[in-house]
Each structure stands twice: as C-alpha cells, then as structure tokens.
C-alpha cells in the first residue's frame, strides 16, 4: 500500500470511472456468486466499453456485462491475501451495501494501487471478516444433478456457454466443456481463463427453455427458484441431461 491509501476504503468516484481502470491493473478475476454456484473468469481486461448504463467487461479471457442501476459503490479492500501476498479486490455492491461480486488483482497491488493512484484516498472503513472458502471435505453423492449433466454434456462433445445471470451482473464463458472435477462437496470445471464451483445439490432442476436448436436450461434449486446459472446451447449438446435429479418429481 502506498501513503494514500487504505486496507479497505470506499472510492469516491463513480463506479464507471473506476471500472474504466481495470485494463491496467494486470489479470483480473471476477468472481460472483448465486445459489450455490460460482462463476469465474480471469485475466486481462482488455477493453471496458460503457453502454448506457451498462460497462461491458471483454477481451480474450472476459466477456460480462455489469449494470450501474443496481452498481453504486465500489470498494477497494487490500486485506485478502494468499501465502502472504495481497490479493487486492474492488467489491461491487448495490445501495443496500450488499456486494454482488468482486473484481480480484491477481498480480497483486503494485498494479492494482498505480491504476487507481489518480482518484487520491477514499473513505476509510473497518475490515471485514472473510468468507472462508470452498472447505470441507464431502464428496459428490452419486447422482447429483449437476454432476450428472456436466458428465452428459462432456459425452456428447458439443460446446456450450455457462452463464451467470444476477442482480448488476451477466457473464459468460463458452467453449469445449473441461472434464468436470468433484471435490470438497462441489462439481468443479477448470480452465485458465474460468472456474464453475457447483455446489453438490445446488440444482434441482433445469426449466429448459428455447425453441428449435438452440437451448437454454436455467437451474432451478429445490424450492423451485432460478438460481441463475444458466447452460446455453444446441440441443445434441444437452442429450440426456435430466430435467430433474433423481428422487424429484414433476
């Protein structure tokens, strides 16, 4: 940290002009989280684009679109870190203080401070507690939706998108299905640019919809609620995916 900044500060400029710095800031990881799933991509920002009231994120290794209806603060805390080296992150919240999802340095704060060096010091606020991660060390029952389905996808061969749709927040990885990976309770697909941590029993169901071709299956959780993780593709790429885990009916 430098003498103008903090551990952990609310910025004072507006959420688009401090989006508009994530290019400098070396490989960045946004990572967001909805109904047990997380969702992420990591890597250089190559180009903020700001539409009307949305920024969009793209590049190589990014492709999201954040909403600065429900974006109202960003905050800079650079209390994180991984065997000793400071992960820095910018939390997007709503009004309310939620934080919706996070935009994570991972080359660490010289590039994360010098990109933000011009907006001087914001408001100072006490540390937070960290969620701890993943953890544990459950495995994947047998028959697990989400298991089952990435298992059925990977058969079939045919690329996808997986997508996260939530409040401030729409982003997208598409390609060829990694072999998925179950550990510590969760389905995990691995790529260098993406991670999907699936919470095992987090999907109960996929409401499918699309017509023709093109599909598109939204998880739904046991009370029947979209979670937001959505599997987007053509329909030989979805080939014996079940509509419901076993045991559900419908």
């Known amino acids: 940290m430098t003498d103008t900044t903090q551990p952990r500060e609310l910025l004072k400029q507006t959420p688009a002009e ?3 710095k994530l290019p400098g800031m070396g490989r960045i990881m946004l990572s967001a989280r909805a109904g047990g799933a997380t969702h992420e991509r990591m890597g250089v920002v190559e180009k903020i684009a700001v539409e009307g009231d949305l920024v969009r994120l793209s590049g190589e290794m990014h492709d999201s679109a954040l909403d600065l209806t429900v974006i109202t ?14 992960l820095p992150r910018l939390e997007c919240q709503n009004a309310e203080g939620e934080v919706l999802f996070s935009l994570i340095g991972l080359d660490g704060l010289e590039p994360f ?7 001087g010091s914001g408001e100072a606020l006490e540390p937070v507690a960290r969620e701890a991660g993943m953890g544990g060390s459950q495995e994947v029952p047998e028959g697990d939706l989400g298991a089952v389905t990435f298992a059925a996808i990977l058969r079939n061969g045919a ?27 969760f389905v995990n697909l691995m790529q260098p640019d993406f991670h999907l941590h699936l919470r095992a029993g987090a999907i109960a169901g996929w409401q499918r919809e699309g017509e023709g071709d093109q ?11 979209l979670i937001g993780l959505v599997l987007r593709g053509s329909a030989a790429a979805f080939e014996g995916v079940p509509s419901e885990r076993s045991g559900d009916h419908g």
């Open 18 to 20: 401090i989006l508009a």
């Open 73 to 86: 603060r960003l905050i800079a805390d650079r209390t994180s870190k991984m065997r000793e080296r400071v």
């Open 113 to 119: 401070d010098q990109a933000l060096a011009g907006f």
């Open 159 to 185: 690329p996808i998108a997986i997508e996260l749709r939530r409040p401030g927040l729409h982003q997208i990885w598409s390609g060829a299905l990694p072999e998925p990976k179950p550990a510590m309770g």
């Open 215 to 225: 599909v598109e299956l939204h998880g739904r959780d046991a009370d029947g609620v």
